[in-house]
């Protein structure tokens, strides 16, 4: 075996060692860690979280294509978090266990599942995502399948997170948010040099191939995303309190700023070193060409890091809807023994079904980004204005109809007008609300 391989197979089994070293014992601490977690692991497991397959290789691409302006892929995610970071207290207050609980508690029951479906839905895309990155990375630097390398790295995070859920999660995000730092300092430093990059040369907020709208439309949808993602959440819902919520939203956001810049002008110095190369082959082929074996392996597993921890994180998010949201509500008398075990079920069942739809994904930013459209058309609107229900005169019926609504036709149509299913969301939401209570009023006065 080479050094690089020497390299990536030790990273995986010190990783799956970390994850396994200890076993939750029960549905709080394996969905939220006890609900103890503080300002330095949470900042961590937050950043970490969200430096996944779409912010490296896929930022990187979109860098590659459009120039600078590919930065606000994560910069839209910054924003997102520093409104976030306003609510976070508030939401980790609640006490809930998931995203969807905290949407039930703000209408009704109808709304917790349809909202659960539509994550659950979306995340397993998600998921997959970080699995093709995986094999993409590792298949470039080791000349090896990238079906057989996606399975690999599969099996090590599906087995940590349904041993230590949410503990071994966090314990891992925190180490590898160093290793991916350390791995993408070191690949610009060689990148950017050698290409003779000028970053006075680049154009911003827009470039010629990226215009106004299509930053705007990434602001929404994206920073939206990191607004009300469940897998944000999950990192919120574990915070010591809402004042520790809140300050590491807003630190994790604040340190994701020049890592966007970083990401994008490695793309871009991939472009001026490697012009013929397809955009998402940016990183992969900046590590095989301008580093050393053993450098290889080095950055090879900061990269695959970075896939990792977004995917056990999104992995263990909609596990814990699947079994807190869903099966919980079919078998409401469930003990905590039974909760765990079946929480450990759905992670593997998760797992695979990740698996399989990773085996024949596309192109990852596309695929994240119809992800994220239909998530946020169904469940930004009337999430946030539930936040304010009484004040706007909102109904369950309402917020029903717009996660329907919103997200069927963002699973129709999204890829075309991804923000035609908030616009619909928005409508139904407030046009039932107020129509139902226009026609209550109606009764009242004619009875």
Known sequence: MNPVGIIIVAYLLIILALGTFESASGPVEFFLARRRLGDLFLTGTLTSTILGASS?????????????????????????????????????????????????????????????LIVIVSWIGIIAVQIVASGKVLGALTGQGEGVLMVASALVFIAYTAHGGQRSVVRTDFIQLFIVAFGLIALLWIAAPGSGLDIRDQSFPTSPAMGGGDVISLVLIVGSTYLIGPDIYSRILSARDGKTASRSALRSALILVPVAIAIALLGISARMLFPGIAPE?????????????????????????????????????????????????????????????????????????????????????????YAYTVFTSGLLVPLLAGFHRERLGLSSNGALAALVGGGGIALILGKSYPLLGIAVSAALLFGVSWGGALHQSRRRING
């Open 56 to 116: 490296t290789l896929g930022m990187a691409g979109l860098a590659f294509k459009v120039g600078l302006p590919g930065a606000w892929w994560m910069l839209s995610g910054c924003l997102g978090l520093l409104a976030l970071s306003l609510i976070a207290g508030r939401i980790r207050e609640s006490g809930c266990y998931t995203l969807p609980e905290l949407a039930g508690s703000l209408y009704d029951q109808r709304v917790r599942l349809a909202s659960s």
């Open 281 to 369: 082959e940016a990183l992969p082929v900046l590590m095989v060409e301008l580093l050393s074996p053993n450098a290889q392996g080095l950055v090879g597993a900061a990269m695959l890091a970075a896939f990792m921890s977004s995917a056990d994180t999104t992995l263990l998010t909609a596990s814990s809807i699947l079994t807190m949201d869903i099966y919980r509500s079919i078998r409401p008398d469930e003990g905590p023994r039974g909760l765990l075990l079946t929480s450990r079920i759905t992670v593997v069942i998760l797992g695979s079904a990740s698996l399989a739809v990773a085996l024949s994904a596309p192109e990852i930013i596309s695929t994240l980004l």
